[in-house]
């Protein structure tokens, strides 16, 4: 946690190198590094002023290539929980959601992170867009994979009998 805080790069490789090391360990409040790394990234760029109604809101710009991001994917690669929780009921897709980071988000995604109705609420048209769009295309592909093992399942039987999950093929011998 000290190597996230002080955002030392070297350092977390370092750790995240020894094979003992649990990524996933939190501190009194529930916080896991990761669940750090995000807010860290995220308080980078704070927030846009308030905006009194009928005025544009300033350009908000979240770089995606910082250091803070890089951080982010090295936890998520050393196996950090992408769904860790806080004792403030903050998720890490909530933390992100907030701020709609869509590095960030897809990062999240990438690494099995199930996506909250809640926080995806929170997120700007344009993330909302994009990740709504992701989730649908992977609900679209998990649907065709299986429809497709369905009917490899059914061509399966229909050459053979499937009896518990074993095969028995008989050959037919016309007369």
């Known amino acids: 946690m ?8 070297p350092l977390i490789e370092l ?7 649990n990524v996933n360990v939190a501190d009194n409040d529930g916080t896991t590094a990761l669940l750090l790394a995000l807010q860290q990234t995220l308080d980078v760029n704070p927030p846009p002023p308030f905006v009194e109604e009928g005025e544009e809101p300033p350009e908000y710009i979240i770089e995606d290539d910082t250091k803070e991001v890089h951080i982010c994917e090295l936890l998520l690669k050393a196996g950090a929980d992408a769904n860790s929780v806080n004792r403030k009921k903050k998720s890490c897709f909530l933390i992100v959601c907030e701020r709609s980071h869509k590095a960030l988000l897809h990062m999240l995604l990438n690494f099995d992170a199930v996506p909250d109705p809640v926080a995806l609420e929170l997120l700007d048209t344009s993330a909302s867009k994009d990740i709504h769009d992701r989730l649908h295309a992977e609900e679209k592909r998990k649907e065709v994979e299986a429809a497709r093992q369905e009917k490899e399942k059914l061509a399966l039987i229909e050459d053979g009998l499937d009896i518990g999950g074993k095969l028995f093929c008989f050959e037919h011998n016309s007369l």
Not at 2 to 9: C, I, P, S
Not at 15 to 21: A, G, N, P, S
């Open 2 to 9: 000290f190597a996230v805080e002080y955002r030392n790069v």
């Open 15 to 21: 750790i995240l190198k020894d094979e003992k090391r």
